[in-house]
Nanobody
Framework: QVQLVESGGGLVQAGGSLRLSCAAS????????MAWFRQAPGKEREFVAA????????FYGDFVKGRFTISRDNAKNMVYLQMNSLKPEDTAVYYC????????????????WGQGTQVTVSS
């Protein structure tokens, strides 16, 4: 089992940057594929990015278009989401998620979730 705690959200102006962090508990962090999802009010949870267990493969939602970068540090049990060129439509609660298998984009297939961190982008 793994527990996830996100941090790094906040208020930023359009065009700015934020770096989200996700701290994971447990000694088997390297066996989990990790992902970021987001959910805006009134909308479904949306896939943002995912990274394989080794960190060798990364995947992004279509809307990212080179603006975000996911990374992980298995020695520190950490996952990061660097977000650049932020837009007002990126405003949402961002969630870190883990599954003990390969990367997949469906939120229903992830077993562990953090509490979320709010990202607000002003125009």
């Amino acid at each position: 089992q793994v527990q996830l705690v996100e941090s790094g959200g906040g208020l930023v102006q359009a065009g700015g940057s934020l770096r989200l962090s996700c701290a994971a508990s447990g000694r088997t962090f390297g066996s989990y594929a990790m992902a970021w999802f987001r959910q805006a009010p009134g909308k479904e949870r949306e896939f943002v990015a995912a990274i394989s267990r080794s960190g060798g493969s990364t995947f992004y939602g279509d809307f990212v278009k080179g603006r975000f970068t996911i990374s992980r540090d298995n020695a520190k049990n950490m996952v990061y989401l660097q977000m650049n060129s932020l837009k007002p439509e990126d405003t949402a609660v961002y969630y870190c998620a883990a599954r003990q298998s390969i990367v997949i984009a469906s939120p229903a297939r992830y077993d562990y979730w953090g509490q979320g961190t709010q990202v607000t982008v002003s125009s």
